[in-house]
């Protein structure tokens, strides 16, 4: 199959290469010509597991391309993959004008038999709007489909390969016969494709987002109660996360979610409900707590610290907004820099990954430090934003020869409250009751 991938960011680059790596003949587009550049050159603009190895292997054997030239490629594609970025405008309503430029761009190239494919995470109703317009771009009907994509960053090859689902609306037989024949390779152990009309597809993604984002700030609204009342969110967790109709994925408790998915979609999809006049009581909960809980460990370190911190250092582990990732899109990493910066403390910061895109944002008011370790020194406090697998076990004796003072706040609840204390930690996490 030929395949152009127009849009090569986190999502297209993974999805193109994968479908080189089934034998599709791909080539991937962007209009970031420094990026193409990097890739054509057997470079790796973002970082994510597997993905350099899979990017290079296809190169070699011809299947993978890359090019800033939109014309050729949809000429020359029968499969044309819209991925392009659809952030939010500061109304929460999501700015689609990368993805009406692809469609007025690709129009007049397009061959009497491609199909479009929107990827994008594009609100209900889109698919509809550009089946239309290029109808009347090209005076002729062209097929549309929406297959919304559910990787994720820091997992996003394995979950291609693998996905739970593949999700594609369209609204012609044929269209899905091919998109099925496409997906075969990732589906072999039973797990459907599902087919159904680009409304749904256009929901189901953004219904996706918003139920794991919602999960996420209730049990970050519990964290805050156990903290008040002496429970421990750790044992509540798993109280209700073996019973079965509850489960224990997205049920830790953290400093919020970012990432470049949950915040706009959760916004996106409110924004469509309120035009629809439907009151998205729900989803302004789940964003408003959010929001709350991204500033849980500036609150905890000023009340430390009563309020001063214009003479203090503090050392920051983890930037991106999980692990396995160098995106640092709405992290919460950033308001907490953002909020220390503000109350005039120093700051040594350390990412595996992410120190290039923060060192882009904050440029030198951070200390970059190379090392985990390094981080510490003389620092009146760790902070621990991400729960990166190094920061798991570290060298607590060495942690506090480094640290000026041995004080953890972690957003992560990655240690034990005890055996902090016995190491002789003061010891913040969330929602569990403090050891002293
Ligand atoms: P991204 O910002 O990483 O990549 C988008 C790319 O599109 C950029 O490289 C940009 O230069 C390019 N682009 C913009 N306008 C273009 C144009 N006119 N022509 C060619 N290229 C153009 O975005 P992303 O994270 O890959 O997300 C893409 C879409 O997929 C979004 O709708 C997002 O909501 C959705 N999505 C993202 C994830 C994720 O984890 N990142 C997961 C599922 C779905």
């Given at each position: 199959m030929r395949i152009a991938m127009i849009g090569t960011g986190y999502v297209g680059l993974v999805t193109g290469t994968c479908f080189a790596e089934t034998g599709n003949d791909v080539i991937c587009v962007d209009c970031d010509a420094e990026k193409i550049r990097l890739l054509q050159a057997g470079g790796c603009p973002i970082y994510e597991p597997g993905l350099e190895e899979l990017l290079q292997r296809n190169i070699a054997a011809g299947r993978l391309r890359f090019t800033t030239d939109l014309p050729s490629a949809v000429r020359w594609a029968k499969l044309i993959f819209i991925a392009v970025g659809t952030p939010s405008r500061d109304d929460g309503s999501v700015d689609l004008s990368a993805l009406w430029a692809v469609v007025?761009?690709?129009?007049?190239?397009?061959?009497?038999?491609?199909?479009?494919?929107?990827k994008s995470t594009a609100p209900v109703g889109t698919n509809a709007a550009?089946?239309?317009?290029?109808?009347?771009?090209?005076?002729?009907?062209?097929?549309?489909?929406?297959?919304?994509?559910?990787?994720?960053?820091?997992?996003?090859?394995?979950?291609?390969?693998?996905?739970?689902?593949?999700?594609?609306?369209?609204?012609?037989?044929?269209?899905?016969?091919?998109?099925?024949?496409?997906?075969?390779?990732?589906?072999?152990?039973?797990?459907?494709l599902l087919f159904m009309s680009p409304e749904s597809a256009e929901m189901t993604k953004y219904a996706a987002n918003a139920m794991l984002a919602t999960k996420i700030s209730f049990i970050n609204e519990i964290a805050a109660i156990c903290e008040r009342t002496g429970a421990d969110i750790n044992d509540v967790r798993r109280g209700?996360?073996?019973?079965?109709?509850?489960?224990?994925?997205?049920?830790?408790?953290?400093?919020?979610?970012?990432?470049?998915?949950?915040?706009?979609?959760?916004?996106?999809?409110?924004?469509v409900a309120r035009a629809h006049d439907v009151t998205p009581r729900i989803l302004e909960a789940t964003?408003?707590?959010?929001?709350?809980?991204k500033g849980i460990l500036l609150r905890k370190i000023r009340e430390h610290f009563g309020g001063a911190l214009s003479d203090k250092t503090i050392a920051i582990w983890g930037l991106s907004f999980k692990p396995g990732t160098d995106d640092i899109r709405e992290a919460p990493s950033l308001v907490l820099i953002d909020g220390l910066l503000q109350h005039g403390a120093a700051?040594?910061?350390?990412?595996?990954?992410?120190?290039?895109?923060?060192?882009?944002?904050?440029?030198?008011?951070?200390?970059?430090?190379?090392?985990?370790?390094?981080?510490?020194d003389d620092a009146d406090a760790l902070v621990i934003v991400t729960e990166w697998k190094q920061f798991v076990h570290p060298d607590f004796d060495e942690m506090k020869r480094r640290l000026k003072r041995p004080v953890i706040f972690d957003g992560r609840n990655i240690y034990n409250p005890h055996r902090m204390k016995d190491l002789g930690f003061t010891y913040y996490s969330i929602g569990r009751p403090p050891v002293r």
């Open positions: 007025e761009e690709m129009a007049p190239h397009l061959a009497e038999d491609a199909i479009v494919v929107i550009v089946t239309a317009r290029l109808r009347e771009l090209t005076g002729r009907s062209v097929d549309v489909a929406t297959n919304p994509e559910f990787l994720k960053e820091g997992a996003a090859v394995e979950d291609f390969m693998k996905p739970d689902r593949v999700v594609v609306g369209a609204r012609r037989e044929e269209v899905l016969e091919i998109l099925w024949d496409l997906y075969q390779p990732y589906l072999r152990t039973d797990k459907p209700i996360g073996h019973d079965s109709r509850i489960g224990f994925a997205f049920l830790f408790p953290g400093v919020g979610y970012g990432g470049s998915c949950f915040p706009k979609d959760v916004r996106a999809l409110a924004a964003h408003q707590v959010n929001e709350h809980q700051l040594r910061v350390y990412d595996p990954e992410a120190m290039d895109n923060v060192r882009k944002r904050y440029g030198n008011r951070l200390t970059y430090c190379q090392h985990r370790d390094e981080a510490l």
